[in-house]
């Protein structure tokens, strides 16, 4: 009789795992390493222009740039970094060279560097000092070698010039300690015939920095956003379809193919929106004595649409030919954070209860609280038969929202494709704001509503609807009036 019991119980209990593990949300189509995961997840990426085009005014060196004008004799990496750490910059990623081939730092394969430069009398080397302030600050770095190199003698020689490419390629990665990511273009001039191994490139990063997101109009990790304003698609998808172009592709369709993606794509390639801080009309990626960076209230505007439609926000602060970040755009970084911290500091939604129009097998591991409860990881679901679901939204009183917050599990993938938020005033449901992806992240300005209760309607998915988490915020006109 014990036997019969014990084998009971045990039937009941693998019963219940099943019923259990069954329940699980299935990953729906391509999904995001952890390396890809963990930099969605950071939002924002700075970018650091600097090299001769400092002293030249130029954007783009042509290579004939002599080391003797490189000098910045107040270089302050730490400055850099302390100011990428006090304003929510979790990473810098650096021009070790641009296309006119002038290395930060003293390169064992080309006089066109550092060493043949005034800077500390040819014994400078910017990158371990940008490694240095990087570890002191605890923030993450990355380097942008660009693949074409308009100094080198090498350059159209194919395989002689890969070969040069891949040799300072491995002095980054293998002699300025841990990279998070690595930058490439499809850079080339106009009549080149040269080929680049990226291929064989992306293949001894992987080997040597296992951390590190590699970038470029394909990936393999993260992808161009189609322009350099910053502004992710309205419709984002982190899925493309990689094998339908290449890097530097110019065909017309790419920029706005890159900056949409492809719903249910084969390739998750997180999307990063690129901008700088100087040129507010037109961006300009080098520091130069004329330019004014951009207004708060535009870096904010960006922030929303990129950040706020579920791709990563990169931007460039270029330093002075002195070595230091200008005054001016320092000024700016700091508002900006401050601005972005007060709107989102206090999450509205606090003390809320939530129902749902259906909870998966009716389970508390898929309630509609998990919305709240401020892990990314746990999720809302809904039962696999439904491609659209509800959430209401009760809170203990009516509350002033602006700006709506929502988030997909995006480890499972991303699959929501239409949705609305809805405000119940005057005995009825409204509609006061109707979009399509969500992704990483989705933030909507709204025009300014005061309510106690809130809709979150899933209209269209790909697959299983599931959200992660949902807040209200209310941005306070004031705070841009004057920024």
């Known amino acids: ?254 920029p706005a193919y890159l900056n949409v993606g492809e719903a249910g794509g084969p390739d998750w390639r997180v999307g990063q929106s690129d901008t700088s801080i100087r040129g507010r009309y037109h961006t300009k990626w080098f520091w130069h004595k004329d330019d004014k960076p951009k207004k708060v209230k535009d870096l904010v505007d960006i922030y929303f649409g990129s950040v706020g439609r579920g791709s990563v926000l990169m931007l460039n602060v270029p330093p002075t030919p002195e070595g230091l970040f200008d005054d001016r755009d320092v000024a700016v970084l700091y508002e900006f954070r401050k601005t972005i911290d007060e709107i989102f500091s206090k999450n509205l939604i606090d003390g809320a209860t939530l129902s749902a129009s259906n909870v998966r097998g009716g389970s508390d591991s898929f309630s509609p609280q998990k919305l709240i409860d401020g892990d990314l990881d746990s999720h809302w679901g809904a039962d696999d038969a439904l491609l659209s679901a509800s959430v209401e939204i009760k809170l203990p009183e009516a509350r002033k929202v602006n700006v709506i917050s929502l988030s997909e599990p995006i480890a499972l993938g991303q699959r929501i494709a239409k949705f609305r938020v809805e405000v119940y005033r005057g005995g009825r449901w409204k509609v006061i704001a109707r979009e399509t992806t969500i992704g990483n992240k989705r933030l909507l300005r709204v025009n300014t509503v005061t309510s106690d209760r809130f809709r979150v309607v899933v209209e269209d998915s790909l697959a299983t609807v599931c959200l992660s988490e949902i807040g209200l915020f209310y941005e306070d006109g004031r705070l841009l009036a004057k920024k």
């Not at 990426?45 to 030249?56: E, S």
């Not at 660009?146 to 002095?171: C, H, I, M, T, V």
């Not at 309205?234 to 530097?248: L, Q, V």
Request: aromatic content about 18%; charged content about 25%.
């Open 1 to 254: 009789m014990k036997r019969f019991i014990l084998f009971l119980i045990m039937i009941v209990s693998n019963v219940y795992i099943f019923a259990n593990e069954a329940q699980e949300i299935k990953p729906y189509g391509a999904v995001p390493t952890a390396n890809q995961l963990r930099y969605m997840r950071q939002e924002l990426d700075m970018f650091v222009h600097f090299t001769v085009n400092q002293y030249t005014g130029r954007e783009w060196g042509d290579g004939t740039e002599s080391p003797s004008i490189f000098n910045p004799f107040k270089l302050d990496t730490d400055q850099w970094a302390r100011v990428a750490k006090e304003t929510g910059f979790p990473r810098i990623v650096l021009t070790a060279k641009h296309h006119d081939g002038f290395c930060l730092w003293p390169s064992k394969y080309t006089d066109h560097s550092v060493a043949s430069s005034p800077y500390k009398e040819g014994k400078g080397d910017i990158l371990r000092e940008f490694t240095a302030s990087c570890e002191k600050y605890g923030i993450e770095k990355g380097f942008y070698l660009s693949p074409w190199d308009r100094n080198s003698k090498y350059y159209n020689l194919g395989q002689a010039y890969n070969d040069f490419y891949f040799n300072q390629l491995r002095e980054l990665v293998e002699n300025y300690g841990e990279v998070t990511e690595m930058w490439f273009d499809g850079a080339r001039g106009e009549a080149s015939d040269q080929t680049y191994e990226f291929n064989k490139f992306w293949g001894f990063i992987r080997e040597k920095q296992p951390k590190a997101v590699i970038f470029s109009d394909v990936g393999p990790d993260v992808r161009w956003i189609g322009n350099e304003r910053g502004y992710a698609g309205e419709t984002f998808w982190n899925t493309i379809d990689s094998s339908k172009y290449g890097i530097g592709d110019t065909r017309s369709w790419v």
